[in-house]
């Protein structure tokens, strides 16, 4: 795709692919005014394209070009950030990272702000989640992983056990609870505890991932 544009459009579309690549820079950058201030830049770059590419061709670029770094490290500096509920307060910066996406998904879908389409309406149209729900999306994976590939460290923040012989609804449930008390391993847990039983119970990957995406979808945009 990429080398049928080129020829097309030559040099313009190589000045507009350079302006959407994004530096990969350490996680403190990533989230830095200077480096949102980047990523707010991209869709306008990608809005240049738009007459020339498919809605298809479109989602290809942004999340290879856009979204892979909304994504970069999200378990490690998002997790104080997560939002379980409406009511909970959201963050500047995932405010700002939020904005980017947005304006990223107009492009794709073909809308314009003063249309007022709802975010959630164009995730679904997308196949895509918001940056809450990918920061869910991301520890919970990492969870599912460290207890079944046995992970260390990772795999040490929570356990089924209990100081006691009783046999509880949660144990039933497949349910853990965080062994220290650290933003990753708390929020974790309460996301592992949502999950279906059918995410806890399997170990194949493709099925977690699935039942992994249900779960966060139910979570606020």
């Known amino acids: 795709m990429a080398q049928n544009l080129k020829e097309k459009f030559g040099a313009q579309f190589e000045?507009?692919?350079d302006d959407l690549r994004i530096i990969n820079s350490p996680v403190p950058c990533v989230?830095?005014?200077?480096?949102i201030y980047c990523l707010w830049s991209s869709p306008i770059s990608l809005r240049c394209l738009k007459s020339h590419l498919s809605s298809r061709q479109l989602k290809i670029i942004t999340e290879g070009l856009i979204m892979s770094r909304l994504r970069y490290c999200l378990p490690v500096w998002g997790t104080e950030f997560i939002r379980f509920s409406e009511s909970d307060p959201i963050s500047s910066t995932i405010h700002d990272l939020q904005v980017v996406q947005n304006d990223t998904l107009r492009i794709i879908i073909g809308c314009k702000r003063r249309e007022h389409v709802r975010i959630s309406d164009m995730l679904e149209k997308t196949k895509m989640l918001s940056i809450n729900?990918?920061?869910a999306y991301s520890m919970i994976l990492e969870v599912w992983k460290s207890r079944i590939f046995k992970v260390p460290h990772l795999a040490t923040?929570?356990?089924n056990d209990r100081d006691d012989n009783r046999t509880l609804r949660s144990d039933t449930a497949n349910n853990i609870r965080s062994s220290v008390v650290e933003p990753f391993a708390v929020c974790s847990e309460k996301l592992w505890n949502m999950s279906s039983h059918r995410f806890k119970a399997t170990n194949l990957i493709k099925v977690a991932k699935i039942e992994a995406r249900k779960?966060?979808?139910r979570l606020p945009v």
């Open 215 to 217: 779960m966060v979808q």
């Open 31 to 35: 989230i830095s005014k200077d480096n």
């Open 133 to 135: 729900q990918l920061i």
């Open 157 to 159: 923040l929570h356990d």
């Open 15 to 17: 000045h507009y692919i």
